[in-house]
């Protein structure tokens, strides 16, 4: 029999209302209930994955992975956290053994020269259609440490606060603020960098 | 012109939701601050509007249904669990039957009075032999024949020494006599008599091809 139990703000950051997905679980349909859940977090799964390995499959594998993992759990959840948080919390998991797997972007980022000086403010501004900017983005976050990349995709691409990325990484929030505040810098020159390589050929 | 105290300091203040006085007076800290809130407000397009495999839910059932189809059922369990205890209860039944003496042959000496078996044999104790249904048992003393219990299989013969049980026979004599004691147990029923001789009954046994079991006890 499924031990379930949702905490008082059910409904979640994004507006979820998991109500459904409880009553599934309340029935002891766990089926029911992780077809509800692939569709309501299946999208944030992998784009979440997306962000963390900069890779569209090991995206769509590490979201195979977290539902299976899901399926397997979710009768012993029991509601101690937010279901987003605890489906954000496994996804990271996952995306951290993935890009263990992968260990390509550690290389890119050792053999990265340093930036010799902090690019014009204003390059930013130069118009790039929006998913080139994506692209560049992502490849960016790709090199930036795992713990400071986990902070930057909780806080800003999967728009938690830092409490509630506080509570998937299982850091505290100040310490979550100082990666974030190191690496948006570390972003920020990488995307200039790749901006001006653009521009120049 | 670029803002280092922005990004070194001012970051800070903004991640930690804290007011930074500094950036009201200066333009590049200004400039700066809009850069990052155009990284910030630019990463959420990382991934979005991508869905990845159309069919990954599909593909989601399918491990979910391969992992359980691997998994030992709850059956298999069970059935597991009661062979175990099947095979503890029979092994501590085989035991104890070991321990309460079914062995046979068994040859075991029950001194008189107090009844414990021992090795040790004195005068007045009593040899006991236990042997299944197609054994012959000779018993000497100082190589000479003193009892003889043919097989009970076959023979019919009863005696007070030589009782028939339900699984062969049992053999029981006092060992009024100090002395050595030997007793041959056969592997089969002997077609005839003993001559009354330890070394030439054991000879005869031997060219006659019979397996045996022969013990010594030492009578004080």
């Known amino acids: 029999m499924a031990m379930w139990k949702m905490p008082d703000d059910a409904v979640g950051q994004t507006g979820h209302d998991d109500g459904d997905i409880q009553a599934a679980l309340r029935a002891n349909d766990l089926r029911g209930a992780l077809t509800l859940m692939m569709n309501r977090y299946g999208d944030e799964v992998y784009r979440f994955a997306y962000a963390v390995t900069h890779s569209h499959h090991l995206a769509d594998e590490v979201r195979q992975q977290v539902f299976v993992e899901i399926y397997r759990d979710l009768a012993s959840f029991g509601g101690r956290a937010s279901l987003r948080a605890w489906v954000l919390g496994i996804t990271r998991h996952r995306c951290l053994d993935a890009t263990k797997k992968h260990r390509r972007w550690t290389n890119r980022f050792k053999n990265d020269p340093p930036p010799d000086e902090e690019p014009d403010d204003h390059e930013l501004e130069r118009a790039l259609d929006r998913s080139k900017l994506a692209r560049i983005l992502a490849a960016c976050l790709a090199k930036l440490a795992p713990a400071a990349r986990d902070a930057v995709v909780l806080r800003y691409h999967q728009d938690l606060s830092y409490d509630e990325a506080s509570a998937v990484a299982g850091d505290n929030a100040g310490t979550l603020q100082q990666r974030v505040a190191r690496a948006l810098p570390a972003l920020r020159r990488c995307l200039d960098a790749r901006l001006h390589a653009g521009a120049g050929r | 012109m670029t803002c280092e105290r922005y990004w070194r300091e001012g970051i800070v203040l903004v991640e930690r939701g804290l007011p930074d006085p500094h950036r009201d007076g200066c333009a590049d800290c200004t400039r700066a601050h809009a850069s990052r809130q155009e990284l910030i407000e630019a990463l959420p397009l990382i991934g979005a509007g991508d869905t990845g495999d159309p069919y990954w839910q599909a593909k989601v059932w399918q491990r979910i ?151 010594k006890r030492q009578v004080r």
């Not at chain 2, 029923?189 to 001789?197: H, L």
Request: proline content about 7%; hydrophobic content about 40%; aromatic content about 6%.
């Open chain 2, 65 to 215: 249904d391969g992992e359980r189809a691997r998994a030992p059922r709850r059956w298999h369990w069970q059935l597991a669990g009661a062979l175990t205890v099947a095979c503890v209860v029979a092994l501590w039944i085989g035991l104890g039957r070991v321990r309460s003496g079914d062995v046979r042959p068994r040859i075991e000496i029950i001194p008189k009075g107090t009844p414990m078996r021992s090795d040790d044999a004195h005068v007045d104790d009593r040899l006991r032999v236990t042997v299944g249904e197609t054994s012959d048992v000779w018993i000497y003393r100082a190589g000479r024949l003193v009892l003889q219990c043919p097989a009970r299989q076959g023979s019919g013969q009863v005696s007070d020494q030589c009782a028939p049980d339900a699984h062969g026979m049992v053999v029981e004599m006092i060992l009024s006599v100090p002395g050595p004691y030997q007793v041959i147990v056969t592997a089969a029923p002997v077609a005839w008599r003993p001559g009354g001789v330890l070394d030439e009954d054991r000879a005869a046994l031997e060219t006659a091809g019979v397996h045996y079991e022969e013990d």
